[in-house]
């Protein structure tokens, strides 16, 4: 019963590794991703799911430079480069190929047309037409109605075009 309650305090605040190895280990591999990052990966207005996939699996493989545990920083830095050139990779054949650009990056999705709410579409996104009006209401919309299209774009956000009579307040 002891057991269970007993804090191992030492072995919660003693480092096992050198304290400037762990300095220089989190310095070379912050310093090397950040490279990385920036030369392989362009700047857009958000972050899309391919690039939050790269981010999360870079995340892992850092750990293992990070951490120590016999894991060698060259390690880690070939798997994070080899992921960050699979992406550079995909992003350089959507752009290249128009059959690989439509597999990577869905189509925008139309959730509005004339003002009326395309529910089927909803369904698809698993999304309630709650969600949808509180899209239109952040692009400063009341209602559907003044929403000539509205589209789900593949990076998640919305395009919202307005009917001609509605745009200048006609």
């Known amino acids: 019963m002891d057991k269970i309650f007993a804090i191992d305090w030492q072995s919660m605040f003693v480092p096992t590794e050198s304290i400037l190895e762990i300095l220089i280990r989190g310095t070379i591999m912050y310093l090397a991703m950040y490279l990385l990052l920036r030369i392989f990966r362009r700047q857009s207005g958000s972050v899309g799911i391919a690039d939050l996939l790269v981010i999360v699996v870079i995340a892992d493989a850092a750990q293992n430079g990070m951490a120590g545990d016999s894991k060698s920083i060259t390690e880690a830095l070939i798997l994070i480069t080899t992921i960050v050139l699979w992406d550079f990779f995909f992003d350089w054949l959507g752009f290249k190929s128009v059959l690989v650009g439509r597999i990577l990056e869905p189509k925008p999705l139309l959730m509005i047309e004339d003002g009326k709410i395309l529910k089927r579409n909803l369904e698809k996104e ?43 307040g006609n």
């Open 126 to 168: 698993f999304m309630t037409e709650d969600e949808l009006m509180s899209q239109l209401r952040q692009q400063g919309l009341e209602n559907a109605d003044s929403v000539k299209k509205c589209y789900l774009e593949s990076n998640g956000h919305f395009s919202v075009i307005l009917q001609p009579n509605k745009q200048n």
